[in-house]
Structures are given as structure tokens and as C-alpha cells.
């Protein structure tokens, strides 16, 4: 992920000194309304697409009372009826899917703060793990960013071991209104303190916001639901229950900027899916009444 994840981390190092002013929670604030708007083409291509499969609801309802319990020719009809409005019906799933590749990039930037954040190279990185360590350099081969950053962030006689190896670069203080985001809330578990339990509301808000977001999207909010139905909507509706709960899984056990980022990148799209449903579903309505 590296190859990919070096461009975003210039964009992050750019938005921590420069925008955010070395606030990390406003930097990932700010990142996460970046990232919303490179995926905003495909966003607005989703919400289409859902939109004309609420309009051929009517004529599924119908295709259902037509052919009962017979689920093979249903499937064939509906396919034969998405085919014939050129509609996608796994579509709403996309943002979805596609949001796991961005999360695995933002976690690869989250655990190399120093790296993705504070701009330091590789080898610097090295260098500072071997001095935390007290290790020789040349027997030092990983490194362990969030560790380093958060010892030499906690003493400034520390950095000033290290003042003319990092140079111009900087630490990254990780806190955000009182919140460690390097650590993990998994730790109240492992190494509790205090400072750590309120990291728990994190993955809660990740997986209250990752529900929420799914039922405003869903095309049959607020209808009633049929029994039955085809296979295909079975699936997705089984897969989109069990994602809010890997979300939780892994906001909880991983450093707590990425269910912040989460949680925000929610949020950001429930307001992203209401002002496309106004005004979209608006447009839509008043073409078919012309």
C-alpha cells in the first residue's frame, strides 16, 4: 500500500502544518472531506442508479405477485427488468465495498504518523527506534512509528536527543480534545488507565453512524417490508447488517484515528446522501410528472 499510500501522506503532512495547524483531529477531519470529494463522481453514480431502482419498485411488486415461490423465474424477470432500464442492483453496495480499500489506506497512514505525517524518511524512522531502544542501528530493521512518536512527543529533553537528526520535521501529537487517537481502545482491555477508556465511545460512534448511514440509504426506508423476496436483495441486506459490526470489530482494535476517521466519513455522507436525495430525487420527481 505504500506506493499509494505516499501521495496521501503529502497531502496529510500539507494539511497537518499548513491547514490544520498541527491539530491531527482537524487534520483527519479535513482529509476525510478531501477523500468525500475525489469519490464524489461515484457517489453521485450510486445514488442514481438507487434512485431509478425505487422507481421500477412498482413493477417489481408486480413481478413478485406474478410468479409466487417460483424464485428462478423471478430472478430471470428481474433481470430481463433491470436490464431493460439499465439499472444495477448490487450498486448500492459499492461505496460500500470500495470504502474498504480507503479504509486499509488510511490505516497504513494512521500507524506511520511519522512517515505519512510528519514527512521523515525511512531511515530517520530507523535511526529513532534504535535510540528509543538503545539498540545498535544496524540491528534495528522495523520500527514502530506510533511508539516512537509517542516517547519522544512526551519529553522534550527527548527530542532534543534527537533535534538534529529530525531536522525540520516534526512529531506528530496525536491527542485531539483530550483523546490519545495513536492508541487503540482495545487497550482498556490490555493496558488500562483512565486516559484510555473514553477511546471506547469511538468504535460505539463508528458503529451507531456505519447503521445509521446504511438505513438512511436503503431504498425500501420507510416501506414495509415483503416476505420472501429475491435471493440478490437477501444477500445484500445480510452483508449490509453484518458490515456496521466489522466496522466496530476493527475501530476497536486498531489506533483510534481510524474510527475517528470513520465516524466522520459517516457523517459526512449521511449529510452527502440528504442533499443528493433532495435535490436529485427533487429533479427526478418532477421529470416524471412532465
Known amino acids: 500500500m505504500d506506493f499509494f499510500a ?5 497531502i496529510l503532512n500539507y494539511i497537518y502544518k499548513f491547514l490544520a495547524f498541527g491539530n491531527y483531529g482537524l487534520t483527519i477531519i479535513i482529509f476525510t472531506v478531501f477523500v468525500k470529494l475525489l469519490l464524489l463522481p461515484l457517489t453521485l453514480k450510486q445514488q442514481l442508479s438507487t434512485i431509478k431502482t425505487q422507481a421500477l419498485q412498482p413493477e417489481l411488486d408486480a413481478l413478485k405477485r406474478s410468479y409466487g415461490n417460483d424464485n428462478q423465474a423471478l430472478m430471470q424477470e428481474q433481470q430481463k427488468l433491470y436490464a431493460k432500464y439499465n439499472v444495477n442492483p448490487m450498486s448500492g453496495c459499492l461505496p ?16 506511520s504518523p511519522l512517515q505519512y505525517i510528519g514527512g521523515l524518511s525511512k531511515n530517520v524512522i530507523l535511526q529513532l527506534q534504535a535510540v528509543m531502544t538503545g539498540v ?22 527527548k527530542r532534543a536527543q534527537v533535534s538534529s537528526l529530525v531536522g525540520d520535521h516534526s512529531f506528530v501529537n496525536m ?31 463508528t458503529l451507531a453512524t456505519q447503521y445509521l448511514l446504511q438505513w438512511y440509504s436503503s431504498p ?22 453484518l458490515m456496521p459490526l466489522l466496522t466496530f470489530g476493527i475501530a476497536f482494535t486498531t489506533p483510534s484515528g481510524l474510527g475517528f476517521y470513520w465516524t466522520v466519513s459517516n457523517l459526512l455522507s449521511l449529510l452527502q446522501t440528504f442533499l443528493i436525495n433532495t435535490f436529485l430525487l427533487k429533479r427526478n420527481e418532477k421529470k416524471e410528472v412532465v
Open 96 to 111: 460500500t465495498l470500495i470504502m474498504f480499500p480507503v479504509i486499509i489506506l488510511v490505516y497504513t497512514i494512521i500507524r
Open 6 to 10: 505516499q501521495p496521501f501522506g503529502i
Open 136 to 157: 545498535g542501528f544496524s540491528s534495528v530493521t522495523t520500527a514502530d512509528q506510533l511508539a516512537i512518536n509517542s516517547y519522544f512527543l512526551s519529553d522534550p529533553a
Open 175 to 205: 491527542s485531539f480534545l483530550g483523546l490519545d487517537l495513536g492508541k487503540a481502545p482495545l487497550e482498556v482491555f490490555t493496558n488500562f488507565s483512565w486516559s484510555i477508556l473514553p477511546l471506547v465511545i469511538i468504535p460505539i460512534l
Open 220 to 241: 425500501t426506508r420507510g416501506k414495509k417490508k415483503q416476505k420472501g423476496g429475491d435471493p440478490t436483495s437477501r444477500s445484500m441486506n445480510l452483508m449490509m447488517k
